[in-house]
């Protein structure tokens, strides 16, 4: 996926944010995910995030198996981002959720962010939701994503929508309500009862 400021919206661009926003810790969880695709979306995360914006950024394993995701990886980041990069593993797999709590507790930004390993930020994605934070710090924020085709990495846009539940408990994407319609404004937050998520097996 990709996390966009909705480049199709002018508003968006328009719009302009105060220059004391919070610090973000960037976390990435990953498990044997191929190291050209995991540094892709740490490249990106660092060229996209405005410097006094990212507090850092944090790789957590949870028990990978293939090599070069163990010192190659390590080494790599020590050299391109010293500092700025940490790498935490888990000794044993531990799944989605746990992974991501130790991911928060090596954290020290005002602001932490869960992603996958495989996505990529554009230009003014950090803004928009380090805003909403600031300006409710219960908030939990989910951007807009779109998609990259896993076939030649083409980005695929998907329109605004809001998360909810079948009864069946699957997630589908929702039409916004009518009150977000009726402002007109493409820019303007979609409020939702859920987040979607899915996680992966730790047998």
Not at 101 to 126: N, P, S
Not at 158 to 167: I, M
Request: net charge negative; hydrophobic share 35%.
């Amino acid at each position: 996926p990709r996390v966009s400021l909705c480049p199709w919206c002018c508003r968006c661009k328009e719009l302009k944010y105060g220059k004391d926003l919070p610090q973000i810790s960037i976390i990435f969880i990953f498990v044997n995910e191929a190291l050209s695709v995991i540094l892709r979306s740490v490249h990106s995360a660092v060229n996209h995030t405005p410097a006094p914006l990212l507090k850092e950024i944090i790789l957590v394993d949870d028990n990978s198996d293939e090599e070069e995701l163990k010192a190659p990886l390590e080494e790599y980041v020590n050299k391109r981002y010293p500092g700025l990069v940490k790498v935490v593993r888990n000794q044993k797999r531990e799944g989605l959720i746990r992974a991501r709590i130790e991911g928060w507790k090596a954290a020290t930004g005002q602001v932490t962010g869960f992603f996958d390993a495989h996505v990529e930020f554009t230009a003014g994605w950090a803004e928009p939701v380090l805003s909403r934070i600031q300006e409710n710090r219960k908030r939990v924020i989910l951007p807009s994503i779109d998609n990259i085709k896993q076939d030649n990495f083409e980005v695929q846009r998907y329109e605004n929508s809001a998360h909810g539940y079948s009864w069946e408990l699957w997630c589908m994407y929702i039409s916004p309500p009518k009150d977000w319609w009726d402002a007109g404004d493409p820019s303007l937050p979609i409020r939702m009862g859920t987040l979607s998520e899915q996680g992966w097996d730790t047998q």
